[in-house]
Protein backbone atom coordinates (compact mmCIF):
# COMPACT_ATOMS: atom_id res chain seq x y z
CA UNK A 1 0.00 0.00 0.00
CA UNK A 2 1.65 3.45 -0.91
CA UNK A 3 1.81 6.17 1.11
CA UNK A 4 -1.09 8.11 -0.42
CA UNK A 5 -3.36 5.18 -0.23
CA UNK A 6 -2.39 4.84 3.59
CA UNK A 7 -3.53 8.58 4.10
CA UNK A 8 -7.16 7.89 3.19
CA UNK A 9 -7.48 4.94 5.54
CA UNK A 10 -7.82 5.30 9.50
CA UNK A 11 -5.92 2.88 11.20
CA UNK A 12 -8.34 -0.05 11.56
CA UNK A 13 -8.43 -0.44 7.80
CA UNK A 14 -11.34 1.17 7.29
CA UNK A 15 -12.15 4.30 4.46
CA UNK A 16 -11.63 7.60 5.85
CA UNK A 17 -14.50 10.63 5.29
CA UNK A 18 -13.60 11.76 1.78
CA UNK A 19 -11.80 15.04 1.86
CA UNK A 20 -13.94 17.99 1.72
CA UNK A 21 -15.16 19.62 -1.52
CA UNK A 22 -12.61 22.82 -0.70
CA UNK A 23 -9.62 20.40 -1.15
CA UNK A 24 -10.53 18.32 -3.83
CA UNK A 25 -7.80 19.45 -6.48
CA UNK A 26 -9.22 18.77 -9.49
CA UNK A 27 -13.16 19.47 -8.58
CA UNK A 28 -11.87 22.83 -7.64
CA UNK A 29 -10.00 22.83 -11.06
CA UNK A 30 -12.86 21.99 -12.94
CA UNK A 31 -15.20 24.14 -11.21
CA UNK A 32 -13.33 27.61 -11.48
CA UNK A 33 -12.78 27.05 -15.46
CA UNK A 34 -16.05 26.60 -15.88
CA UNK A 35 -17.15 29.52 -13.41
CA UNK A 36 -14.98 31.77 -15.40
CA UNK A 37 -16.09 30.51 -18.89
CA UNK A 38 -19.79 30.80 -17.50
CA UNK A 39 -19.26 34.45 -16.74
CA UNK A 40 -17.57 35.33 -20.30
CA UNK A 41 -20.53 33.51 -22.24
CA UNK A 42 -23.10 35.72 -20.06
CA UNK A 43 -21.26 38.97 -20.76
CA UNK A 44 -20.60 37.97 -24.52
CA UNK A 45 -24.30 36.50 -24.51
CA UNK A 46 -26.29 40.04 -24.19
CA UNK A 47 -23.68 42.21 -26.17
CA UNK A 48 -24.09 40.01 -29.70
CA UNK A 49 -27.88 41.50 -30.26
CA UNK A 50 -26.42 44.69 -28.90
CA UNK A 51 -24.10 44.26 -31.99
CA UNK A 52 -26.06 43.33 -34.46
CA UNK A 53 -28.76 46.17 -33.28
CA UNK A 54 -25.76 48.33 -33.70
CA UNK A 55 -24.90 47.48 -36.91
CA UNK A 56 -27.92 46.63 -38.49
CA UNK A 57 -31.35 48.10 -36.54
CA UNK A 58 -32.58 45.27 -36.97
CA UNK A 59 -34.20 42.91 -33.62
CA UNK A 60 -35.61 39.93 -35.92
CA UNK A 61 -31.58 39.46 -36.86
CA UNK A 62 -29.89 40.40 -33.32
CA UNK A 63 -31.94 37.06 -32.47
CA UNK A 64 -30.16 35.06 -34.71
CA UNK A 65 -27.08 34.35 -33.23
CA UNK A 66 -28.96 33.10 -30.03
CA UNK A 67 -31.16 31.04 -32.14
CA UNK A 68 -28.54 29.32 -34.08
CA UNK A 69 -26.12 28.93 -30.60
CA UNK A 70 -29.73 27.17 -29.41
CA UNK A 71 -30.02 25.11 -32.53
CA UNK A 72 -26.52 23.86 -32.68
CA UNK A 73 -26.45 22.81 -29.02
CA UNK A 74 -29.91 20.80 -29.39
CA UNK A 75 -28.98 19.33 -32.72
CA UNK A 76 -25.91 17.75 -31.25
CA UNK A 77 -26.68 16.49 -27.41
CA UNK A 78 -27.47 13.42 -28.46
CA UNK A 79 -24.76 12.57 -30.64
CA UNK A 80 -21.90 14.19 -28.32
CA UNK A 81 -23.21 12.53 -25.42
CA UNK A 82 -22.41 9.44 -27.00
CA UNK A 83 -18.89 10.61 -27.93
CA UNK A 84 -18.18 11.87 -24.14
CA UNK A 85 -19.21 8.27 -23.46
CA UNK A 86 -17.00 6.63 -25.03
CA UNK A 87 -13.98 9.11 -25.76
CA UNK A 88 -11.14 10.11 -23.39
CA UNK A 89 -13.78 12.99 -21.53
CA UNK A 90 -10.26 15.36 -20.62
CA UNK A 91 -9.27 15.75 -24.43
CA UNK A 92 -13.09 16.37 -25.33
CA UNK A 93 -12.89 19.57 -23.02
CA UNK A 94 -9.61 20.94 -23.71
CA UNK A 95 -10.28 20.54 -27.77
CA UNK A 96 -13.75 22.22 -27.58
CA UNK A 97 -12.98 24.60 -25.29
CA UNK A 98 -10.11 25.81 -28.16
CA UNK A 99 -12.53 25.35 -30.68
CA UNK A 100 -15.18 28.49 -28.91
CA UNK A 101 -11.82 30.21 -27.86
CA UNK A 102 -11.15 30.31 -31.54
CA UNK A 103 -14.97 31.09 -32.61
CA UNK A 104 -15.17 33.66 -30.32
CA UNK A 105 -11.72 35.28 -30.67
CA UNK A 106 -12.38 35.78 -34.43
CA UNK A 107 -15.34 38.25 -33.45
CA UNK A 108 -13.08 40.94 -31.77
CA UNK A 109 -10.60 41.50 -35.31
CA UNK A 110 -14.34 41.84 -37.31
CA UNK A 111 -15.50 44.00 -34.45
CA UNK A 112 -12.25 46.49 -34.70
CA UNK A 113 -12.63 47.10 -38.20
CA UNK A 114 -16.20 47.73 -37.97
CA UNK A 115 -16.76 44.87 -40.60
CA UNK A 116 -19.72 43.16 -38.90
CA UNK A 117 -21.09 40.11 -41.02
CA UNK A 118 -24.18 38.51 -39.76
CA UNK A 119 -23.61 34.98 -41.29
CA UNK A 120 -20.32 34.79 -39.39
CA UNK A 121 -21.65 35.50 -35.89
CA UNK A 122 -24.03 33.00 -36.63
CA UNK A 123 -21.40 30.47 -37.73
CA UNK A 124 -20.01 31.33 -34.05
CA UNK A 125 -23.12 31.08 -32.54
CA UNK A 126 -23.43 27.34 -34.24
CA UNK A 127 -20.18 26.44 -33.25
CA UNK A 128 -20.30 27.29 -29.58
CA UNK A 129 -23.31 25.43 -29.36
CA UNK A 130 -22.15 22.28 -31.03
CA UNK A 131 -19.22 22.50 -28.88
CA UNK A 132 -20.93 23.07 -25.69
CA UNK A 133 -22.62 20.05 -26.36
CA UNK A 134 -19.93 18.00 -26.16
CA UNK A 135 -18.29 19.57 -23.35
CA UNK A 136 -21.44 19.99 -20.86
CA UNK A 137 -21.30 15.99 -21.86
CA UNK A 138 -18.06 15.43 -20.92
CA UNK A 139 -17.62 17.69 -17.80
CA UNK A 140 -21.41 15.99 -16.74
CA UNK A 141 -19.24 12.37 -16.34
CA UNK A 142 -16.19 14.25 -15.02
CA UNK A 143 -17.77 15.37 -11.94
CA UNK A 144 -19.08 11.76 -11.29
CA UNK A 145 -15.41 10.53 -11.31
CA UNK A 146 -13.58 13.34 -9.32
CA UNK A 147 -16.78 13.42 -6.43
CA UNK A 148 -17.67 10.88 -3.94
CA UNK A 149 -21.63 10.44 -4.23
CA UNK A 150 -22.06 11.49 -0.45
CA UNK A 151 -20.56 15.04 -1.64
CA UNK A 152 -22.76 15.35 -4.83
CA UNK A 153 -25.54 17.12 -3.34
CA UNK A 154 -22.68 20.23 -2.35
CA UNK A 155 -21.27 19.83 -5.61
CA UNK A 156 -24.52 20.08 -7.81
CA UNK A 157 -25.43 23.29 -5.09
CA UNK A 158 -22.29 24.58 -6.36
CA UNK A 159 -22.84 24.14 -9.89
CA UNK A 160 -26.27 25.39 -9.67
CA UNK A 161 -24.72 28.68 -7.93
CA UNK A 162 -22.22 29.07 -10.60
CA UNK A 163 -24.76 29.39 -13.52
CA UNK A 164 -26.68 31.82 -10.80
CA UNK A 165 -23.81 33.93 -9.93
CA UNK A 166 -22.53 34.35 -13.32
CA UNK A 167 -26.40 34.81 -14.67
CA UNK A 168 -26.28 37.77 -11.96
CA UNK A 169 -23.14 39.11 -12.77
CA UNK A 170 -22.39 38.79 -16.69
CA UNK A 171 -24.93 40.35 -18.54
CA UNK A 172 -24.41 44.34 -16.42
CA UNK A 173 -20.72 43.67 -16.74
CA UNK A 174 -20.93 42.57 -20.26
CA UNK A 175 -23.36 45.91 -20.89
CA UNK A 176 -20.64 48.04 -19.32
CA UNK A 177 -17.41 46.98 -20.99
CA UNK A 178 -19.57 47.34 -24.58
CA UNK A 179 -19.92 50.69 -23.84
CA UNK A 180 -16.30 51.13 -23.43
CA UNK A 181 -15.39 49.35 -26.45
CA UNK A 182 -17.84 46.95 -28.29
CA UNK A 183 -14.89 44.29 -28.86
CA UNK A 184 -13.92 44.22 -25.19
CA UNK A 185 -16.77 41.50 -23.79
CA UNK A 186 -15.91 39.08 -26.75
CA UNK A 187 -12.05 39.03 -26.13
CA UNK A 188 -12.55 38.35 -22.42
CA UNK A 189 -15.05 35.55 -23.21
CA UNK A 190 -12.01 34.34 -25.38
CA UNK A 191 -9.71 34.64 -22.71
CA UNK A 192 -12.28 32.39 -20.77
CA UNK A 193 -12.30 29.66 -22.94
CA UNK A 194 -8.76 29.72 -22.92
CA UNK A 195 -9.24 29.30 -18.63
CA UNK A 196 -11.27 26.28 -19.18
CA UNK A 197 -8.59 25.06 -21.43
CA UNK A 198 -5.64 25.00 -18.86
CA UNK A 199 -7.83 23.86 -16.25
CA UNK A 200 -9.22 21.13 -18.08
CA UNK A 201 -6.11 19.89 -19.15
CA UNK A 202 -4.68 20.10 -15.80
CA UNK A 203 -7.04 17.63 -14.00
CA UNK A 204 -5.16 14.44 -13.15
CA UNK A 205 -7.68 12.37 -11.85
CA UNK A 206 -8.54 9.39 -14.70
CA UNK A 207 -12.33 10.70 -15.91
CA UNK A 208 -13.32 8.27 -17.98
CA UNK A 209 -16.29 5.89 -17.43
CA UNK A 210 -15.76 2.47 -15.99
CA UNK A 211 -16.37 0.05 -18.87
CA UNK A 212 -19.36 -2.66 -18.40
CA UNK A 213 -18.66 -5.93 -20.08
CA UNK A 214 -19.42 -6.48 -23.64
CA UNK A 215 -22.97 -8.59 -24.22
CA UNK A 216 -21.96 -9.53 -27.54
CA UNK A 217 -20.00 -8.52 -30.05
CA UNK A 218 -23.06 -7.57 -33.22
CA UNK A 219 -21.92 -3.87 -33.84
CA UNK A 220 -25.22 -1.43 -33.21
CA UNK A 221 -26.96 0.52 -35.86
CA UNK A 222 -26.14 4.01 -35.84
CA UNK A 223 -29.26 5.32 -34.49
CA UNK A 224 -29.69 3.13 -31.87
CA UNK A 225 -26.10 3.91 -30.73
CA UNK A 226 -26.67 7.82 -30.77
CA UNK A 227 -30.29 7.39 -29.15
CA UNK A 228 -28.77 5.04 -26.11
CA UNK A 229 -29.20 7.89 -23.66
CA UNK A 230 -32.67 9.06 -24.92
CA UNK A 231 -34.12 5.56 -24.51
CA UNK A 232 -32.30 5.01 -20.85
CA UNK A 233 -34.12 8.15 -20.05
CA UNK A 234 -37.72 7.36 -21.26
CA UNK A 235 -37.20 3.76 -20.22
CA UNK A 236 -36.43 4.66 -16.81
CA UNK A 237 -39.82 6.05 -14.71
CA UNK A 238 -37.52 8.73 -12.28
CA UNK A 239 -34.84 10.02 -15.26
CA UNK A 240 -38.16 10.03 -17.72
CA UNK A 241 -40.41 12.11 -14.71
CA UNK A 242 -37.56 14.67 -14.29
CA UNK A 243 -37.16 15.33 -17.96
CA UNK A 244 -41.15 15.66 -18.47
CA UNK A 245 -40.83 17.96 -14.88
CA UNK A 246 -38.35 19.86 -16.54
CA UNK A 247 -39.78 20.24 -19.87
CA UNK A 248 -43.46 22.05 -18.39
CA UNK A 249 -41.75 24.16 -16.25
CA UNK A 250 -38.67 25.71 -18.45
CA UNK A 251 -41.11 26.22 -21.17
CA UNK A 252 -43.50 28.14 -18.71
CA UNK A 253 -40.14 30.38 -17.14
CA UNK A 254 -39.52 30.74 -20.25
CA UNK A 255 -42.65 32.61 -21.34
CA UNK A 256 -42.66 34.39 -17.82
CA UNK A 257 -39.40 36.09 -18.46
CA UNK A 258 -41.22 37.93 -21.33
CA UNK A 259 -44.32 38.53 -19.82
CA UNK A 260 -42.96 39.77 -15.95
CA UNK A 261 -41.03 42.23 -18.33
CA UNK A 262 -43.91 43.37 -20.41
CA UNK A 263 -46.11 43.67 -17.32
CA UNK A 264 -43.61 45.94 -14.87
CA UNK A 265 -43.03 48.20 -18.25
CA UNK A 266 -47.16 48.19 -17.90
CA UNK A 267 -46.79 49.31 -14.09
CA UNK A 268 -44.24 52.19 -15.06
CA UNK A 269 -41.21 50.24 -14.80
CA UNK A 270 -38.58 51.81 -16.14
CA UNK A 271 -35.36 49.51 -18.02
CA UNK A 272 -33.07 50.21 -14.97
CA UNK A 273 -35.73 48.82 -12.91
CA UNK A 274 -36.14 46.00 -14.93
CA UNK A 275 -32.75 45.31 -15.31
CA UNK A 276 -32.68 45.41 -11.31
CA UNK A 277 -35.62 43.28 -11.07
CA UNK A 278 -33.53 40.37 -12.90
CA UNK A 279 -30.65 41.04 -10.75
CA UNK A 280 -32.75 40.35 -7.11
CA UNK A 281 -34.14 36.74 -9.50
CA UNK A 282 -30.69 35.79 -10.12
CA UNK A 283 -29.22 37.28 -6.61
CA UNK A 284 -31.97 34.84 -4.48
CA UNK A 285 -31.39 31.48 -7.51
CA UNK A 286 -28.00 31.73 -6.21
CA UNK A 287 -29.03 31.57 -2.59
CA UNK A 288 -31.29 28.70 -3.26
CA UNK A 289 -28.33 26.94 -4.93
CA UNK A 290 -25.98 27.56 -1.64
CA UNK A 291 -28.85 26.29 0.81
CA UNK A 292 -30.24 23.79 -1.36
CA UNK A 293 -28.94 20.58 0.18
CA UNK A 294 -29.47 21.78 3.43
CA UNK A 295 -32.96 22.79 2.90
CA UNK A 296 -33.67 19.60 0.77
CA UNK A 297 -32.37 17.63 3.82
CA UNK A 298 -34.67 19.32 6.43
CA UNK A 299 -37.30 18.83 4.79
CA UNK A 300 -37.29 15.30 2.50
CA UNK A 301 -35.89 15.56 -1.38
CA UNK A 302 -39.97 14.80 -2.74
CA UNK A 303 -41.55 17.57 -0.26
CA UNK A 304 -39.50 19.99 -1.37
CA UNK A 305 -39.89 19.67 -4.74
CA UNK A 306 -43.61 19.60 -4.19
CA UNK A 307 -43.63 22.66 -2.19
CA UNK A 308 -41.42 24.29 -5.31
CA UNK A 309 -44.39 22.94 -7.76
CA UNK A 310 -47.00 24.42 -5.76
CA UNK A 311 -45.55 27.91 -4.80
CA UNK A 312 -44.82 28.51 -8.99
CA UNK A 313 -48.71 28.46 -9.85
CA UNK A 314 -49.35 30.37 -6.27
CA UNK A 315 -46.49 33.20 -7.26
CA UNK A 316 -47.55 33.67 -10.97
CA UNK A 317 -51.14 34.27 -9.48
CA UNK A 318 -49.12 36.41 -7.28
CA UNK A 319 -47.36 38.37 -9.85
CA UNK A 320 -50.05 38.87 -12.40
CA UNK A 321 -52.18 40.96 -9.87
CA UNK A 322 -49.51 42.33 -7.86
CA UNK A 323 -50.10 46.42 -7.54
CA UNK A 324 -46.42 47.25 -7.60
CA UNK A 325 -42.97 46.07 -9.42
CA UNK A 326 -41.22 45.34 -6.60
CA UNK A 327 -44.12 42.67 -5.51
CA UNK A 328 -43.39 40.77 -8.50
CA UNK A 329 -39.93 41.03 -7.85
CA UNK A 330 -40.20 39.35 -4.56
CA UNK A 331 -42.53 36.77 -5.89
CA UNK A 332 -40.53 35.81 -8.67
CA UNK A 333 -37.56 36.02 -6.61
CA UNK A 334 -39.50 33.58 -3.87
CA UNK A 335 -39.88 31.28 -7.18
CA UNK A 336 -36.00 30.95 -8.33
CA UNK A 337 -35.28 30.51 -4.87
CA UNK A 338 -37.25 27.44 -4.17
CA UNK A 339 -36.93 26.10 -7.21
CA UNK A 340 -32.57 25.84 -7.51
CA UNK A 341 -32.91 23.15 -4.75
CA UNK A 342 -35.07 21.01 -6.23
CA UNK A 343 -33.55 21.03 -9.41
CA UNK A 344 -30.24 19.81 -7.15
CA UNK A 345 -32.68 17.00 -5.97
CA UNK A 346 -33.58 16.18 -9.56
CA UNK A 347 -29.88 15.93 -10.58
CA UNK A 348 -28.05 14.12 -7.38
CA UNK A 349 -30.51 11.21 -8.12
CA UNK A 350 -30.21 11.74 -11.85
CA UNK A 351 -26.28 10.99 -11.06
CA UNK A 352 -26.34 8.55 -8.75
CA UNK A 353 -28.40 6.34 -10.22
CA UNK A 354 -26.99 6.35 -13.95
CA UNK A 355 -24.26 3.91 -14.95
CA UNK A 356 -21.16 5.73 -15.35
CA UNK A 357 -20.55 5.16 -18.65
CA UNK A 358 -24.52 6.53 -19.66
CA UNK A 359 -23.23 9.78 -17.57
CA UNK A 360 -22.87 12.25 -20.58
CA UNK A 361 -25.96 10.12 -22.93
CA UNK A 362 -28.30 10.35 -20.74
CA UNK A 363 -27.68 14.02 -18.76
CA UNK A 364 -27.91 15.30 -22.21
CA UNK A 365 -30.93 13.65 -22.92
CA UNK A 366 -32.18 14.71 -20.56
CA UNK A 367 -31.29 18.46 -21.24
CA UNK A 368 -32.83 17.91 -24.86
CA UNK A 369 -36.09 16.91 -23.06
CA UNK A 370 -36.11 19.65 -21.19
CA UNK A 371 -35.50 21.85 -23.80
CA UNK A 372 -37.70 20.29 -26.41
CA UNK A 373 -40.38 22.99 -25.98
CA UNK A 374 -38.95 25.57 -24.11
CA UNK A 375 -37.63 27.66 -27.39
CA UNK A 376 -41.44 28.34 -28.77
CA UNK A 377 -42.55 29.58 -25.20
CA UNK A 378 -41.29 33.16 -25.83
CA UNK A 379 -43.01 33.37 -29.36
CA UNK A 380 -46.85 31.46 -28.47
CA UNK A 381 -46.66 33.65 -24.95
CA UNK A 382 -45.44 37.19 -26.53
CA UNK A 383 -48.59 36.06 -29.45
CA UNK A 384 -50.73 35.62 -26.39
CA UNK A 385 -49.65 38.66 -24.57
CA UNK A 386 -50.07 40.67 -27.67
CA UNK A 387 -53.99 39.56 -28.19
CA UNK A 388 -55.18 39.16 -24.61
CA UNK A 389 -52.82 41.20 -22.58
CA UNK A 390 -49.94 40.20 -19.82
CA UNK A 391 -52.30 39.41 -16.91
CA UNK A 392 -54.32 36.80 -18.89
CA UNK A 393 -51.21 35.30 -20.17
CA UNK A 394 -49.69 34.90 -16.71
CA UNK A 395 -52.63 33.40 -15.28
CA UNK A 396 -52.33 30.70 -18.13
CA UNK A 397 -48.94 30.33 -17.39
CA UNK A 398 -50.07 29.62 -13.79
CA UNK A 399 -52.43 27.03 -14.71
CA UNK A 400 -49.43 25.18 -16.42
CA UNK A 401 -47.86 25.11 -13.63
CA UNK A 402 -50.81 24.32 -11.33
CA UNK A 403 -51.52 20.99 -13.98
CA UNK A 404 -47.60 20.21 -13.62
CA UNK A 405 -47.93 20.08 -9.91
CA UNK A 406 -51.14 18.02 -9.80
CA UNK A 407 -49.44 15.79 -11.72
CA UNK A 408 -46.23 15.10 -10.18
CA UNK A 409 -48.24 14.98 -6.71
CA UNK A 410 -49.27 11.48 -7.81
CA UNK A 411 -46.58 10.00 -9.53
CA UNK A 412 -45.08 6.86 -8.00
CA UNK A 413 -41.27 7.52 -9.64
CA UNK A 414 -41.32 11.04 -7.06
CA UNK A 415 -43.25 9.35 -4.56
CA UNK A 416 -40.42 6.49 -3.48
CA UNK A 417 -37.64 9.33 -4.00
CA UNK A 418 -36.79 9.48 0.07
CA UNK A 419 -37.14 5.87 0.26
CA UNK A 420 -34.76 4.74 -2.48
CA UNK A 421 -31.36 3.20 -1.04
CA UNK A 422 -29.58 5.53 -3.36
CA UNK A 423 -32.17 8.77 -1.79
CA UNK A 424 -30.14 12.72 -2.89
CA UNK A 425 -29.79 13.41 0.96
Given at each position: MTTEQTSDDDVDGRPAEPRPLHRNRDFNLLWSGQAVSALGTQMSGICYPLLVLAATGSAA?????????????????????????????????????????????????????????????????????????????????????????????????????????????????????????????????????????????????????????????????????????????????????????????????????????????SRGADPTEVGAMVSVNALCGLGGSLLGPRLAKLLGGRAWVLITSWLLPFCAVGIAFAPWVWLMTVLGAVSTFTIMPAIIVFQVRATRITPDDLQAQTGNAVQLLGSSVSWLAPSLFGLLVDSQGARTAILLAAALYGATALWLQGDRALRGLDQDPVSPF
Open positions: KAGLVGSATLVGSLLMLLPAGVVADRYPRKRIMVVTSLLQLLAVGSVVPAVLAHHIWLPQLMVVGAVQGCSSAFFTGASRGAVRRVVPSAQLPAAMALTQARGQAAAMIGPPVGGALFGVAQSLPFGLDALSFGAITVTSALVRSPLDPERRPATGTRREPLRRVVTAGLRYVLGNPYLRMYALWGAAVNAVAAGMLLMVIVLAR
